[in-house]
């Protein structure tokens, strides 16, 4: 992170989205709830006999690159350095996930919010300087 000094800059893939600040939108999903996902399918899968799943994990809300940068800030009390460069071959504006078929089939939903996700993901940078080694 910027932030905790590991990188100088932060480069936003792209400005000229066709969305309201100009840069892409994610479906961020909080790790903790990534993981009550995986053990929701493993559980459905051990319960059902069923031996595949396919499924879209996320939070079926779209947040914008710019919107958590600043959310990061605000929440952490620290300061994001950003740059814009070029848009990624590949890339589009706009990825969310359809999280219905987790939510009817699993009886799974996100309980955390994108400030959740960038507050318990400074704590664990802070707290983990090098990372998991």
């Known amino acids: 992170l910027v ?5 100088k800059e932060l480069t936003i893939f792209g ?11 994610r479906d961020y999903i909080h790790v ?5 996902s995986h053990l929701r399918a493993l559980h459905y899968l051990f319960n059902e006999g069923n ?26 009390n620290v300061k994001i350095s950003h740059k814009f460069g070029a848009k990624r071959p590949g890339d589009v ?10 939510l009817s089939t699993l009886n799974w939903e996100p309980k955390r919010t994108i400030e959740d996700m960038c507050k318990d993901s400074w704590n664990w940078t802070c707290k983990n300087p090098k990372g998991y080694f």
């Open 3 to 7: 932030a905790a000094g590991k990188l």
């Open 15 to 25: 400005s000229q989205w066709p969305t309201p600040d100009g840069t892409g939108i």
């Open 32 to 36: 903790m709830d990534l993981a009550e």
């Open 51 to 76: 031996n595949l799943l396919n499924i879209n994990i996320g939070t079926g809300k779209g947040t914008s690159v710019l919107q958590l940068i600043k959310t990061f800030e605000l929440v952490n």
């Open 93 to 102: 504006a706009i990825t969310i996930a359809d999280n219905s078929l987790a």
